[in-house]
């Protein structure tokens, strides 16, 4: 199995990217798919999740209305639409697949992470 996490870089704030998460190995559907990001000396927090075995999601209060989760079952795929960047979402984005029902937003629940791909906005 294995999860690819692309599309990072530097932005500056009010700027959008989309983060892309390729599965291989697995289908990516069959599965709850998260969004965790990890900033320097901070743990590793939820962001966006997909319920298992529908289109449900999940936000973390942080950025609901900004982030949009979606995926491409044709693709194996899952996307991180991010608008409205601020500074203090610089982080590292990491993709996960979890086997638990709902939208997990616990990191240990997770069996199957990314590699991260670095998010920096400046201000």
């Known amino acids: 199995v294995q999860l690819q996490a692309s599309g990072g870089g530097l932005v500056q704030a009010g700027g959008s990217l989309r983060l892309s998460c390729a599965a291989s190995g697995l289908t990516f559907s069959n599965y709850a798919r998260g969004w965790f990001r990890q900033a320097p000396g901070k743990e590793r927090e939820f962001v966006a999740a997909i319920r298992k075995g529908s289109d449900s999601t999940y936000y973390a209060d942080s950025v609901k209305g900004r982030f949009t989760i979606s995926g491409d079952g044709a693709k194996n795929t899952v996307y991180l639409q991010m608008n409205s960047l601020k500074p203090e979402d610089t982080a590292v984005y990491y993709c996960?697949?979890?086997?638990?029902?709902?939208?997990?937003?616990?990191?240990?629940?997770?069996?199957?992470w990314g590699q991260g791909t670095q998010v920096t906005v400046s201000s």
């Open positions: 996960a697949a979890s086997n638990v029902f709902g939208g997990p937003t616990v990191p240990s629940l997770y069996g199957y």
